[in-house]
């Protein structure tokens, strides 16, 4: 297993894109899943497949994802501050309700209410949104 530090891309394929909110192994194997396909919820559809994976590692990848998120949205949230005469005196708590999830909080960052579900970058309220290119503005 390649050490985190030593990563400089990351495909999520195998480890479920970090907005899945999967953060559950699934360990039984192949054959058992074709077995009983239609038994299984969406969710478990979903899990991590343990037999081509290793999941403690897949977790500190998502984590790396849920971290920069976390980030963006801490910046966003200083200039929704700086800038709540254009986006409302709400702004920064519509931001802070994206963190507020209790889903393995050690990696998805409260970003996730439950397994598979997702909570979105500021609630998904564009008058917020469109405040990140400013983010990217030399000054």
């Known amino acids: 297993v390649t050490p985190l530090s030593d990563i400089y891309n990351i495909h ?4 479920r894109k970090p907005w ?8 039984s194997l ?14 478990e559809k979903n899990l991590i497949p343990e037999d081509s994976v290793h999941l403690d590692h897949c977790m500190g990848l998502l984590q790396i994802w849920h971290d920069y998120r976390d980030d963006l949205e801490q910046q966003l949230e200083a ?7 254009n986006v409302g005196p ?3 708590a519509t931001i ?6 209790a889903y393995k ?4 960052r409260g970003h996730c209410t439950a ?25």
């Open 12 to 15: 999520y394929t195998q480890c």
């Open 20 to 27: 899945m909110c999967i953060g559950q192994g699934d360990s």
């Open 30 to 43: 192949p054959l058992e899943k074709q077995q009983k396909p239609r038994t299984r919820t969406r969710a």
């Open 79 to 85: 200039l929704v501050v700086r800038q709540q005469q």
């Open 90 to 92: 709400d702004a920064r």
């Open 96 to 101: 802070q309700k994206g963190r507020q999830g």
């Open 105 to 108: 909080q050690e990696f998805f």
């Open 115 to 139: 397994l598979a579900e997702y909570t979105n970058l500021a609630q998904g309220d564009q008058s917020i949104l469109k405040l990140i290119p400013l983010l990217y503005e030399s000054h």
